[in-house]
């Protein structure tokens, strides 16, 4: 799987261990940005790469900032762009189960870089149940 990953200067330290967590795993990584942890203003690196989820350039996304709450309005600005903010394995898992998330936002100064991994091995691992909300989920996309 592509995916998409990015963050502010608060987010870059779990931005480099979860872009490398998701080459171990087997995907490809497209990360655009920030570069360190210099002060950024976040939306110049949230937006592309939720431009990239939207334009289906990437299948999936992670960003990352401080409490994660600026990014993930940043990416759901995009149509098309289903961003949950996951505080535990259990949001990961019903964002993806129920709400088919397509990008994830987590904040570094909110959960440990252990349970920030298995966030995304949550995510990562859980299917869309799919049901009755699907097509009003489509519809949102549209």
């Not at 931005?15 to 920030?34: I, M, N, P, S, Y």
């Not at 440990?112 to 299917?127: G, M, Q």
């Amino acid at each position: 799987m592509k995916v998409a990953i990015a963050s502010d200067h608060a987010g870059f330290d779990y931005k480099q261990r979860l872009a490398c967590l998701l080459r171990e795993r087997g995907h490809e990584v497209v990360d655009f940005g920030t570069s360190s942890a210099e002060p950024v203003d976040y939306p110049d690196f949230i937006g592309p790469a939720a431009a990239a989820v939207a334009r289906g350039e990437c299948e999936r996304g992670v960003v990352l900032g401080g409490s994660g709450n600026g990014e993930a309005m940043a990416a759901n600005r995009r149509r098309g762009v289903r961003c949950a903010l996951c505080w535990s394995e259990e949001t990961a898992r019903l964002a993806r189960l129920h709400n088919d998330a397509n990008m994830i936002s987590i904040g570094q100064r909110m959960v440990s870089e252990d349970l920030a991994v298995r966030i995304v091995e949550t995510w990562l691992d859980t299917a869309f149940e799919g049901g009755r909300h699907v097509a009003r989920i489509r519809k949102l996309d549209a």
